[in-house]
């Protein structure tokens, strides 16, 4: 059942990405709407790690200062990889 999720997951992000793609590939934006399409991914980040932050759970709250301090100092791959691996051991120690 887990896989099956991770499956559809990955099917409806790439599919989300192609109709985008196809939507847009003949048109010309202008600056507003070019800024829109840049900060919409962090707006539906903050939206889906809003609720962790405020779950009371000791270890996701320090993940999340873990990931922000990261954020401040490296490009996205490492900041995606420290997130990962801080959240990962937080919650293997502090649950």
Same mark, same amino acid.
């Given at each position: +059942? &887990? ?5 559809? +997951?990955? +099917? ?5 990405? @192609? @109709?985008?793609? !196809?939507?847009? $590939?003949?048109?010309? !934006?202008? %600056?507003?709407?070019?800024? *829109? +399409?840049?900060?919409? %991914?962090?707006?539906? !980040? @903050?939206a889906v790690i809003a609720p962790v932050i405020f779950s009371g759970h @000791?270890?996701?709250?320090?993940? *999340? &200062?873990?990931?922000? *301090? &990261? ?6 791959? %490492?900041t995606v990889i420290i997130a990962i691996v801080a959240t990962g051991l937080? $919650?293997?120690?502090?649950?």
């Open positions: +059942m &887990a896989l099956l999720t991770i499956v559809a +997951m990955g +099917m409806t992000t790439y599919l989300t990405r @192609i @109709i985008g793609y !196809l939507a847009l $590939r003949n048109r010309t !934006l202008n %600056p507003r709407l070019e800024r *829109v +399409m840049e900060v919409v %991914p962090g707006c539906v !980040l @903050i @000791i270890s996701d709250i320090l993940a *999340v &200062a873990i990931t922000f *301090v &990261a954020m401040l100092r490296f490009s996205l791959l %490492p937080l $919650r293997h120690w502090l649950l």
